[in-house]
């Protein structure tokens, strides 16, 4: 089989958690644009609807109504586990129980969604692509839940590849910095995007659909080798501190 057709979904049914945008929005917009049947969702729908997706609301912290979501659809081919995130919250600035709803988001609604999933992806012999990020390979402050949720979800799906092979196939998507409707939030404006953009080896942030071309890589029959792997998504990573300091010092 070539390439071409390795990475064609067509007939393949999709979910995308927490999908409406940014990321997972681009992650959607791919996947349907490779021909797959894709469904997306989250707690409220889109802003704007994307194209060649359909969207049901559901509560991914909800047990309940995320196994009552996943018995509803008629096959399932590959679950993108992408609803997440967290704001900036140091340590000591929240109490524990607020810390732990960043890693019930980011670790326990992949697992609930993953095992709720298992039957539909068992009988396609199919996969889950979790969405990780680089916060869980590297000290995260300001964001240390997060990290350490992220660093817990790419063991779990290291775990949950041997646990459900031949079957099923899990791998992780290691996410950089990514360029979304939202970035200034983090970054700031367009001086400190560009700024921060030079931080990473290939000179610019992640779009969405790049994130999106590699989750599709990875449930495609191109990667029907590949379980139980962290792909890096993230343009080289980032520039050591040390280089910068270093360079300054040769400089005076």
Same mark, same amino acid.
């Given at each position: 089989?070539?390439?071409?057709?390795?990475?064609?979904?067509?007939?393949?049914?999709?979910?995308?958690?927490? *999908? =409406? @945008?940014?990321?997972?929005?681009?992650? /959607?917009?791919?996947? $349907?644009? %490779? !021909?797959?049947?894709?469904?997306?969702?989250?707690?409220?729908?889109?802003?704007?609807?994307?194209?060649?997706?359909?969207?049901?609301?559901?509560?991914?912290?909800?047990?309940?109504?995320?196994?009552?979501?996943?018995?509803?659809?008629?096959?399932?081919?590959?679950?993108?586990?992408?609803?997440?995130?967290?704001?900036?919250?140091?340590?000591?600035?929240?109490?524990?129980?607020?810390?732990?709803?960043?890693?019930?988001?980011?670790?326990?609604?992949?697992?609930?969604?993953?095992?709720?999933?298992?039957?539909?992806?068992?009988?396609?012999?199919?996969?889950?692509?979790?969405?990780?990020?680089?916060? *869980? =390979? @590297?000290?995260?402050?300001?964001?240390? /839940?997060?990290?350490? $949720?992220? %660093? !817990?979800?790419?063991?779990?799906?290291?775990?949950?590849?041997?646990?459900?092979?031949?079957?099923?196939?899990?791998?992780?998507?290691?996410?950089?910095?990514?360029?979304?409707?939202?970035?200034?939030?983090?970054?700031?404006?367009?001086?400190?995007?560009?700024?921060?953009?030079?931080?990473?080896?290939?000179?610019?942030?992640?779009?969405?659909?790049?994130?999106?071309?590699?989750?599709?890589?990875?449930?495609?029959?191109?990667?029907?080798?590949?379980?139980?792997?962290?792909?890096?998504?993230?343009?080289?990573?980032?520039?050591?501190?040390?280089?910068?300091?270093?360079?300054?010092?040769?400089?005076?």
């Amino acid at each position: 089989m070539d390439n071409v057709d390795a990475m064609d979904l067509g007939g393949r049914t999709v979910v995308v958690t927490g *999908g =409406t @945008r940014g990321v997972g929005a681009g992650i /959607a917009q791919t996947f $349907a644009r %490779a !021909g797959a049947q894709v469904v997306v969702c989250a707690r409220r729908p889109p802003e704007v609807p994307l194209e060649g997706t359909d969207f049901v609301s559901v509560d991914l912290r909800d047990a309940a109504a995320v196994h009552a979501f996943f018995d509803a659809l008629p096959r399932l081919d590959v679950l993108v586990n992408n609803a997440g995130g967290t704001p900036y919250r140091p340590l000591t600035q929240a109490d524990a129980e607020r810390h732990a709803r960043v890693i019930e988001l980011n670790l326990t609604v992949p697992l609930t969604a993953s095992i709720a999933a298992y039957e539909h992806l068992k009988r396609a012999k199919g996969s889950v692509v979790m969405i990780g990020s680089v916060s *869980g =390979t @590297r000290p995260s402050p300001g964001s240390a /839940a997060y990290g350490a $949720a992220k %660093a !817990g979800l790419e063991n779990l799906a290291r775990s949950m590849a041997v646990e459900w092979a031949p079957d099923i196939r899990v791998n992780t998507l290691v996410v950089g910095m990514v360029r979304t409707e939202l970035a200034h939030l983090h970054y700031g404006g367009e001086e400190s995007i560009a700024a921060v953009a030079r931080t990473v080896p290939l000179g610019r942030l992640a779009q969405p659909s790049d994130i999106g071309e590699a989750a599709v890589f990875l449930a495609s029959d191109a990667a029907a080798y590949i379980s139980g792997a962290s792909l890096l998504v993230h343009g080289g990573g980032e520039l050591p501190a040390f280089l910068d300091a270093a360079t300054a010092n040769k400089e005076k």
